[in-house]
C-alpha cells in the first residue's frame, strides 16, 4: 500500500505541475519542494491538495496545511500516508 501511494503522489506532482517526464520519479524524500521546484508556487499548492484530496480520497483541512507539510517530498508523503492510515 506504500508503494501505490508513492507512485500516486508522484503521478499527481508530475501532473499538477507539469513536470518533465521522470521528475517526480527522481525525488528523494529529502527533495525540496514548495521553494525548490519553481512549478509548484503558491497557486499551485491549492491545485495539487485538491488534487490529492480527488484521487486520494482524503480530506484535507486548512489547519493541517503547513510550510513543514510541503517542505520536502517524504514530509508530503508522510503527510498522506498518515491521512490514509497506512
Known amino acids: 500500500m506504500t508503494q501505490n501511494i508513492d507512485q500516486s503522489l508522484r503521478r499527481i ?3 499538477v505541475l507539469g513536470l518533465k517526464p521522470g521528475q517526480a520519479d527522481s525525488l528523494t524524500d529529502d527533495s525540496g519542494l514548495f521553494g525548490h ?3 509548484l508556487d503558491s497557486m ?3 491545485g495539487l491538495l485538491t488534487e490529492i484530496e480527488d484521487r486520494l480520497g482524503i480530506v484535507i483541512e486548512d489547519d493541517e496545511v503547513d510550510g513543514d507539510m510541503m517542505a520536502d ?3 508530503l508523503r508522510r503527510f498522506v500516508e498518515d491521512k490514509l492510515a497506512v
Open 13 to 15: 506532482l508530475g501532473d
Open 73 to 75: 517530498y517524504g514530509s
Open 37 to 39: 521546484l519553481p512549478e
Open 44 to 46: 499551485a499548492v491549492a
